[in-house]
């Protein structure tokens, strides 16, 4: 493996993120930072298949990006703004405090990917944070992921894992490490709040021709189509919920910001499947209230797309 610096745009096999189109109080422009010890510790190789990608030319990619210290490409990563209910209260800006859009993967039928690091550094939206991910933490995300992608169940999936050759403290100190997330979008039903909560129309009527056009191209130009964007993510939500439920998975914090427009699971943090059937279960040590507990998840799913409407 070979050392890499984290300085990067857009590797050649991406376009430059379509959410770069939007006005640029949507996100802001962060540059990853800087780890000169880091390597690509491994890639998926069926995830790249799925998508019509070359595993050796997407890590040689991705290298040669990193490489690539002025952003000549397209300009810098995208850290991008949101808000959210974090456990029923509300955080007028959260945003994406240790991630970076690095592009748009377009497969072969000629649909647009997300392509995210996370672990990435701190940017504006950090709010006292490091930035960084351990390496169990991104492992963890990769095989629930890839569990979920087998199960049949509509998941974000991880193309790879960079080791940062940085340790990471938290209860100790851990190896660092960076997820290469795949969605697609990240667009959140915090995302939407983020403008609402600022009586920002304009950035609302935006934000939701982009989702549209991202996820329900079908509806473009249609009259009625905010109220049928609702309806779609309504129904996507509610059939994630039920295969969740199907399975015994607990994910233990839906809050807004974890809600994504693309009815795909999204962060999987203090999450489990239940080793035995136990409606009440909660999982995250957090959640005292018992607000994200297994059969409280089609309820809070309810709640957080009523928020969206």
Known sequence: ????????????MFQPSSYAALPSH???????????????WGVNAAALRALGQDERGFEEGLMATLRDPAGSRSGMPLATGYAGHQFGQFVPTLGDGRAH?????????????????????????????DGRATLGAV?????????FHALGIPTTRALGVILT??????????PGAILIRLASSHVRVGTFQ????????????????????????DLVGQPDRVRLLLRRVVSRQATLVAQW???????????????????????????????GFDPHKVFSSIDR?????????????????????
């Open 1 to 12: 493996m070979r050392a890499i610096g984290l300085r990067l745009t857009v590797p050649p």
């Open 26 to 40: 949507f996100y802001a422009r962060e540059a990853v930072m800087p780890l000169p010890e880091a390597h690509v």
């Open 101 to 129: 859009l690095i592009g748009d993967l377009v497969d072969g039928e000629g649909r647009p990917w997300d392509v995210q690091l996370k672990g990435s550094g701190r940017t504006v939206y950090s709010r006292g944070g």
């Open 139 to 147: 492992l963890r995300e990769y095989f629930l992921g890839e569990s």
């Open 165 to 174: 050759g940085e340790r990471v403290l938290r209860d100790t100190a851990k």
């Open 194 to 217: 983020y403008f609402a909560c600022r009586g920002d129309v304009t950035a609302l009527q935006l934000l939701a021709d982009y989702a549209i056009a991202r996820h329900d191209p």
């Open 245 to 275: 439920m199907a399975v015994g998975f607990i994910h233990g914090v839906m809050n807004t910001d974890n809600m994504a427009l693309s009815g795909q699971t999204i962060d999987f943090g203090p999450c489990a499947f239940m080793d």
């Open 289 to 309: 209230q018992g607000r994200y507990a297994y059969d409280n998840q089609p309820n809070v799913a309810l709640w957080n797309l009523a928020r969206f409407a």
